[in-house]
């Protein structure tokens, strides 16, 4: 029998785990180190219960914004001909369902991956002090919950320990009415005044979400607008129509101090501004879990924000160490977390691998409209790093998009002014996060802007207008003589 390779993963969320069953798939005897449950925050306290706290609000926007353009009526005190009842949330119950659904989640993960043969080990990991032993192997420690150290050898060590939220030293969260986003699913109520600092993608996810559901919303943004890092046009739409539906959003506005008092926050701005709530969501963004591992120790670079330097493959600058997922900062996604921990497990195991390719990366923000964006974007062509053709076609001329009462968003391509390959998309759109994938597909292989014009489209879809802007990309080319 020949020699099996030990594979040790640190972290149990979407870039271990996802790590381990190729690992296992691929023969070796893989170990995972976890310390919260299989999943991890993506889903225990991040990616799965967001987006399913989003869904509820996601059928209260709809009623909310299009039920009387639809011809439906309400009957507010339950005096017409049928018997009705005034539209409501529960949050307690709300919460309680993001719990359960988080946890089958994580349970249905740990099943997937024992059924693959792969032990799994609750405690913290980190690297040995001893470094790479003479074999090449390295030592990963295990803290067990009952105080007990356990030592392992590994001939390649994954690190997928993913970040946790980031808190200011005046805005110190009690779980109670200063929170953090992984803290919020506690709450019994809704929060009748909602004050969420950070306009990122998890504060406008939030702060959507809140006020659908019938909060009060503050969105305070040190930014001039609202998501900062998306294409400027999507977050222009996005802004518009939280500042349509009632929502106060303060631009260029930092919070320096979120003070409780009594069943009441305080949020002081740098500017003097004081701003008062029932309760505020800090979304400042993240920090990455790589203290105390003995990284450095072992030879593992971190960047100024404690982030492990990984290269496209997921080798770290240790021999034998890769690393994965948000931990890495490379691209805060699950997607990519995953996908880097395959990667990682393929290029230990000596299997073909194809280095990750961030440009072909499909991201999602889950806000109503939804912005879904993937490939090359508006920014890279206005600095000159992509010579491209940008066409954006509006939704309100789509006629699907007319029958639903859709009125905000747009599809937008990006192509190669000379070959009309498709270089870059995004789509504002309820269900956006479904129409990129299209696009996606056309950017992953190379597609030109005449392939997505001439597939087939039903009718009527808001897909159509995916091949419609494809079509208007196609004329402009011809009308400057490149067909």
């Not at 991890?40 to 219960?49: E, F, H, R």
């Not at 001893?130 to 007990?148: C, F, I, T, W, Y």
């Not at 030293?169 to 929170?179: C, N, V």
């Not at 599809?411 to 070959?419: A, D, E, N, Q, S």
Request: charged share 20%; hydrophobic share 40%.
């Amino acid at each position: 029998m020949g020699y099996v390779t030990r594979i040790v993963i640190i972290g149990g969320g979407p870039g271990g785990y996802e790590a381990a069953l190729v690992a296992a798939q691929l023969g070796a005897e893989v170990t995972v180190v976890d310390r919260d449950g299989l999943g991890g925050s993506a889903v225990l306290t991040d990616c799965v219960p967001s987006k399913t706290l989003i869904a509820t609000a996601e059928v209260m926007t709809t009623f909310d914004s299009s039920y009387e353009e639809l011809g439906i009526t309400v009957d507010q005190d339950g005096a017409g001909d049928r018997e009705s009842k005034v539209i409501g949330v529960d949050l307690g119950k709300v919460n309680r369902r993001v719990k359960r659904l988080a946890i089958a989640q994580s349970h249905d993960i740990t099943q997937s991956v024992t059924r693959a043969g792969v032990t799994v080990l609750r405690g913290r990991g980190r690297l040995g002090a001893g470094g790479q032993a003479v074999d090449g192997s390295r030592e990963v420690l295990v803290d067990a919950p009952d105080g007990a150290v356990h030592s392992l050898r590994a001939d390649a060590v994954l690190i997928a320990t993913g970040a946790h939220p980031r808190e200011l030293p005046d805005a110190q969260p009690d779980g109670e009415r200063i929170l953090t986003w992984t803290q919020v699913y506690d709450l019994e109520e809704l929060p009748r005044e909602l004050i969420v600092v950070g306009s990122g993608v998890t504060g406008a996810e939030f702060a959507g979400a809140y006020q659908a559901l019938g909060s009060k919303v503050t969105l305070v943004s040190s930014r001039d607008r609202v998501l900062p890092g998306e294409d400027p046009d999507a977050a222009e739409v996005l802004e518009d129509v939280f500042r349509r539906r009632g929502m106060n959003v303060m631009g260029r506005s930092r919070a320096e101090t979120v003070k409780r008092i009594g069943d009441r926050v305080e949020v002081t701005l740098s500017d003097g501004t004081v701003i008062e709530g029932t309760h505020c969501l800090m979304a400042v963004g993240s920090i990455p879990n790589t203290a105390g591992m003995g990284l450095e120790e072992a030879g593992v670079k971190l960047n100024d924000w404690g982030q492990i330097q990984v290269d496209r493959v997921s080798r770290t600058s240790a021999p034998g160490v890769y690393a994965a997922g948000d931990c890495t900062g490379v691209f805060m996604l699950a997607s990519v977390a995953a996908m880097q921990g395959r990667i990682a497990m393929y290029h230990a195991l000596g299997d073909a691998v194809q280095p990750l390719n961030l440009k072909t990366v499909a991201s999602n923000v889950f806000t109503d409209p939804e912005i879904a964006t993937v490939g090359y974007t508006a920014a890279d062509v206005e600095c000159g790093k992509m010579d491209a053709v940008v066409v954006k076609l509006p939704l309100r001329g789509n006629p699907r998009a007319k029958m639903q009462g859709i009125r905000d968003g747009f599809v937008k391509l990006f192509c190669r002014p000379g070959t009309g390959i498709v270089v870059g998309g995004v789509v504002v759109a309820p269900r956006a996060s479904e129409l990129i994938h299209p696009i996606a597909l056309a950017v992953d292989a190379n597609l030109t802007v005449e392939q997505v014009a001439s597939a087939f489209t039903v009718y009527p879809s808001v897909s159509g207008s995916t091949a419609e802007a494809a079509r208007q990309l196609h004329i402009r080319k011809r009308s400057a003589g490149e067909s």
